[in-house]
C-alpha cells in the first residue's frame, strides 16, 4: 500500500454550542488545529435542501495517525475546512494496523 499524499491544508473545526439571544442555542465551529490531508472523492447525488437543489458529494480525507483522546484526532461529528470547502467527518478509521494513517469519511454539500 503506497503512502498517501498529504497536499492540503485542512483545519479541523468542532461544533460548540452558543446562545441565539432567544433562550435557545445555536451551532458556531472553532478550530481545533491544522492537518495536512489528501482529499479522495467518492460519488456524488443531488437531494432537495432547504433551499432548492443540493449536490451532496461523499470525499475520503486521509491525514496522519494520532492517539485515541488526542485533540488533533479527529472523531464523527467534527469537520475539515479547506477554503472555502467543508468537509462533516461520518466515520474514522485506521487506515492500517499500526495507525500511522487516519481515514475519514466526509460528506460535501454544495449548493447545485
Do not use: K
Not at 54 to 66: D, E, I, K, L, S
Not at 87 to 100: C, H, K, N, Q, S
Request: proline share 7%.
Amino acid at each position: 500500500m503506497s503512502a498517501p499524499v498529504l497536499n492540503r491544508a485542512l483545519v479541523l473545526e468542532a461544533p460548540v454550542p452558543a446562545p441565539d439571544g432567544a433562550g435557545g442555542l445555536t451551532e458556531t465551529w472553532t478550530a481545533l488545529g491544522s492537518l495536512w490531508g489528501e482529499l479522495r472523492p467518492r460519488t456524488g447525488r443531488e437531494v432537495t435542501g432547504e433551499a432548492g437543489a443540493v449536490a451532496v458529494n461523499a470525499v475520503r480525507v486521509t491525514v496522519r495517525g494520532a492517539p485515541q483522546g488526542a485533540s488533533n484526532r479527529p472523531v464523527a461529528g467534527q469537520r475539515f475546512r479547506c477554503g472555502e470547502r467543508i468537509f462533516r467527518i461520518l466515520a474514522v478509521t485506521e487506515r492500517a494496523p499500526d495507525g500511522m494513517y487516519l481515514i475519514c469519511e466526509t460528506r460535501e454539500e454544495v449548493a447545485a
